[in-house]
């Protein structure tokens, strides 16, 4: 298309269904994994009488808390995106739709307007051939 673009529903809707099985079937279970490994046992540092230990190990909790929130983000968003490659496919099909509904509506009043049209020619032929008529008529034959 010169003044847009061309979207393939098609490839749309794969692209979401292989996002949202990819997330699921890879993501989602190594996001576990991490969050196993990492959260099984007691953070180190806790007990300790150390500033600098106990400094280090808050940092390393609060560094892994957003690593752990990152990754339900990640799969969060990955979901989201797969919804709306659907959401975009079904918009554009519905689009079309109504698309085709509306050509189908204004073909429908170009047809009434053709016939319509070809309804008017044909009484104005024949009023034209009936005014010729009388007009032979009143004036005694052809001319």
Same mark, same amino acid.
């Given at each position: 298309m010169a003044d847009g673009f061309e979207l393939n529903p098609a490839g749309?809707?794969?692209?979401?269904?292989?996002? &949202?099985?990819?997330?699921?079937?890879?993501?989602?279970?190594?996001?576990? !994994?991490? !969050? #196993?490994?990492?959260?099984?046992?007691? /953070?180190? #540092?806790?007990r300790s009488g150390s500033p600098a230990v106990q400094t280090a190990?808050?940092?390393?909790?609060?560094?892994?808390?957003a690593a752990l929130t990152f990754l339900d983000t990640l799969i969060h968003n990955a979901h989201t995106l797969a919804e709306a490659a659907e959401l975009v496919v079904q918009t554009y099909q519905r689009g079309d739709e109504l698309s085709v509904a509306d050509m189908q509506a204004v073909l429908g009043r =170009? /047809?009434?307007?053709a016939t319509n049209a070809?309804?008017? &020619?044909?009484?104005?032929?024949? =009023? =034209?051939?009936?005014?010729d008529a009388e007009f032979r008529r009143q004036h005694g034959g052809a001319q």
């Open positions: 749309v809707r794969d692209f979401g269904t292989q996002l &949202r099985a990819a997330v699921d079937r890879d993501v989602v279970p190594a996001a576990d !994994r991490i !969050r #196993g490994y990492l959260t099984w046992y007691p /953070s180190f #540092g806790g190990a808050l940092r390393y909790n609060t560094e892994l808390n =170009a /047809s009434a307007a070809e309804t008017a &020619r044909l009484m104005a032929d024949q =009023a =034209a051939a009936q005014a």
